[in-house]
């Protein structure tokens, strides 16, 4: 669905598609985090660009990356938090395949990020269904997750406990089936209180977590 937005987006909320774009757009949490002068979010840059916005926009204090792949977001998210710097934060990366980890790992400190002084950094191998890797956190809950592991929805039932009230999941690749229908059945469950996929490179699912 093309709204006529600035933002070009490829679907809103359930109420959007009713039609009350205007109302929904006013009052909608995602769409004032995107009230940014001078960024121009359709030039096809890295979806990277966009987790780094949404960090430095809503200055979450716990975050959690599943699936680091070649540490590509892990240093973005890094540079984020280095952007944040009277927040001391915790951040949690989870990569479960050896050779990945590892390339995350010499990306991190070939940037020289290994060491950030507001934040404790941990850079995990090991599988994001496994809930002793999540120990490191404490009793801290986490306000922001960007999760691009296999098996997303598992993923997401794993780490839903483990989530503040007012955590921003986002899901990467949202232009599989997988997630495409994943995200819209949180809604409905009334798991997610909001979200939007938004056209970057790869399609991003933002979403608000709903906790009553």
Same mark, same amino acid.
């Given at each position: 669905m093309n709204t006529g937005s600035k933002l070009d987006l490829l679907q809103l909320t359930e109420e959007n598609e009713k039609g009350n774009h205007e109302g929904v757009r006013s009052n909608s949490w995602l769409w004032n985090s995107f009230q940014v002068k !001078?960024?121009?979010y359709n030039t096809g840059r890295e979806d990277s660009l966009l987790i780094k916005f949404l960090i430095i926009a809503n200055r979450p204090r716990v975050i959690l990356e599943t699936g680091s792949c070649t540490g590509i977001t892990t240093t973005a998210i890094i540079e984020a938090i280095i952007d944040c710097p009277a927040q001391q934060h915790k951040f949690l990366s989870i990569e479960w395949d050896e050779q990945r980890h590892k390339e995350t790992c010499?990306?991190? *400190? #070939?940037?020289? *990020? #290994?060491?950030?002084?507001? /934040?404790?950094?941990?850079?995990?191998?090991?599988d994001t269904h496994d809930r002793e890797v999540?120990? /490191? *956190?404490?009793?801290?809950k986490i306000d922001f997750a960007? &999760?691009? !592991?296999?098996?997303?929805?598992?993923? #997401?039932?794993?780490?839903e406990p483990l989530l503040s009230e007012k955590?921003? &999941? &986002?899901f990467h690749d949202g232009y599989q089936n997988s997630i495409s229908? *994943?995200?819209?059945?949180l809604y409905a469950e009334g798991r997610i209180s909001e979200y939007i996929f938004f056209?970057?490179?790869?399609?991003l699912a933002i979403c608000k977590v709903s906790k009553k």
């Open positions: !001078d960024i121009d010499e990306r991190v *400190l #070939f940037n020289q *990020l #290994f060491d950030p002084k507001n /934040c404790e950094l941990n850079l995990v191998k090991g999540y120990k /490191c *956190l404490g009793d801290e960007f &999760v691009d !592991d296999s098996h997303r929805a598992k993923t #997401f039932d794993v780490i955590a921003i &999941v &986002v229908k *994943l995200v819209p059945k056209p970057t490179e790869r399609t």
